[in-house]
Structure formats: C-alpha cells, structure tokens
Nanobody, 120 residues
Framework: QVQLVESGGGLVQPGGSLRLSCVASGSIRSINVMGWYRQAPGKQRELVAV??????NYADSVKGRFTISRDNAKNTGYLQMNSLEPEDTAVYYC???????????????WGQGTQVTVSS
C-alpha cells in the first residue's frame, strides 16, 4: 500500500510563493505519474499540474506561475507556486500512479491534502 503525505501549505499574501511537497512511501517500485489537484470551497476538484517521464502539463490558470517537479530517488514531488492569487486558495492534493514491488498493476493514490490560503 502507498501513502502520500503533503506538506508546505499555509497562509500567504497575494504575490507570494509557497512550495508544496509530496512524499510517497511504501514498497514502491516506480512512480509513473505524479500530479497536483486542488479543490476550492463549493467547487469541483481540478487538475493543477502533472508530471510524467514525457514531461509536464499545467492548467491554463497556473501556467507561468507554478512549476511541478519530482525527485525520483526520494519518491518526492514538488509544486513551486509563485505569484499566488486569492483565486489559488484551495486544498491541494497530491496524486500518484504507483507501481508496487511484486505487483503488475499500478495503484492510484491520494494524499490527505494541504490547505493553501492566499489573502492579505
């Protein structure tokens, strides 16, 4: 079983920056896809950014401001968020498609979420 733990959320003023981290633990053979989603109050969860071996993809609303990256050796993903806006306020969730040792099927895992609040 895979566990994802996010950290790095908090309260920041408009124009500020935060860096989210997502650490995956368990009997992991490899992580195929890692992504960040967010859910604001009263809204559906939406994809923010995703990273695979082929590259990265971003929601239009965060292009040029957010950067997703990963450290495969540490089974850790990151989301660098710059020029934050009040509209970025949401709970941010890490998601990963993980291949476990002794398993041919990937496991789709979610973290518990971390709150990001952008406000003056």
């Amino acid at each position: 079983q895979v566990q994802l733990v996010e950290s790095g959320g908090g309260l920041v003023q408009p124009g500020g920056s935060l860096r989210l981290s997502c650490v995956a633990s368990g009997s992991i053979r490899s992580i195929n896809v890692m992504g960040w989603y967010r859910q604001a109050p009263g809204k559906q969860r939406e994809l923010v950014a995703v990273i695979t071996s082929a590259g990265t993809n971003y929601a239009d609303s965060v292009k040029g401001r957010f950067t997703i990256s990963r450290d495969n050796a540490k089974n850790t993903g990151y989301l660098q968020m710059n020029s934050l806006e009040p509209e970025d306020t949401a709970v941010y969730y890490c998601n990963a498609l993980v291949f476990l040792e002794n398993s041919q099927l990937p496991e789709n895992s979610w973290g518990q979420g971390t709150q990001v609040t952008v406000s003056s």
